[in-house]
């Protein structure tokens, strides 16, 4: 592994199933951030977490939850799936948490829940 | 209001032409700006950061104006893989934690 690694890379589901996102980096970074991106909008931040053991809710953080086990892991779940939630995202890393720290973004996991 | 804006484009420029992009952010207090560049179907990658006075990369020039709350990116004697989404970041403080808000993009197309 090099990088950030995120599974799957693509998927569909159906409106109501549960689905965790996985993302997994070998940088030893200490801050973790999984986004959302839609087409005409920015990335919008739905969890992060400073450091393992840690998480805090972003900007959208409504029907998603995190987890931070550990320093390489950081899976997102989403509970029950609901269309609006047909999005890319993107899960990223900083060596530490703060605005001045390069993001290193994951390739993304396409999801369309129908 | 959006708190960072970017015209979407598509800009098309021919191979060799110099374009500028700019950007405007709502929060005066933001300390820390950015461009990233996205490749079709890609994940964002840091192109560079932007500092107050100004810095050069290379091709790439950005630019801070505080008082006018704008950054800009000027790219020189455009290459075809050049073609991308440019995507302006900014800082914030809210909510208990430090982010990076980030501008819907804008498209730049380079031909032969």
């Known amino acids: 592994i090099a990088g950030i690694t995120q599974a799957p890379t693509s998927q569909i589901l159906a409106a109501g199933r549960r689905m965790t996102l996985r993302c997994t980096q070998d940088?030893?970074?200490?801050?973790m951030y999984w986004y959302r991106q839609d087409l005409g909008l920015g990335l919008r931040l739905i969890h992060y977490?400073?450091?393992?053991?840690?998480?805090g809710k972003g900007e959208v953080p409504d029907g998603y939850s995190v987890s931070r086990a550990n320093t390489d892991d950081f899976p997102l779940t989403l509970a029950s799936a609901v269309p609006s939630q047909t999005s890319v995202y993107f899960c990223?890393?900083?060596?530490?948490?703060?605005?001045?720290?390069?993001?290193?973004f994951g390739p993304g996991t396409r999801l369309t829940v129908l | 209001r959006k708190e960072v804006e970017q015209d979407p484009g598509p800009f098309n420029v021919p191979e060799g032409a110099t374009v500028a992009f700019n950007c405007t952010y709502s929060?005066?207090?933001?300390?820390?700006f950015f461009w990233y560049r996205q490749d079709c179907r890609k994940e964002p990658k840091l192109l560079m950061s932007?500092?107050?006075s100004g810095n050069e990369d290379g091709r790439f020039t950005a630019q801070l104006n505080r008082a006018s709350q704008y950054i800009s990116l000027l790219i020189r004697d455009s290459k075809l893989s050049d073609s991308a989404t440019y995507l302006c970041?900014?800082?914030?403080?809210?909510?208990?934690?430090?982010?990076?808000?980030f501008g819907a993009g804008t498209r730049l197309a380079v031909h032969p």
């Open positions: 990223a890393s900083s060596e530490l948490a703060g605005a001045s720290y390069e993001q290193f």
């Open positions: 940088m030893r970074h200490n801050a």
């Open positions: 977490s400073n450091t393992a053991g840690t998480t």
């Open positions: 929060n005066s207090a933001s300390q820390s």
């Open positions: 932007v500092y107050s």
């Open positions: 970041v900014v800082n914030e403080f809210s909510g208990g934690y430090n982010k990076l808000i």
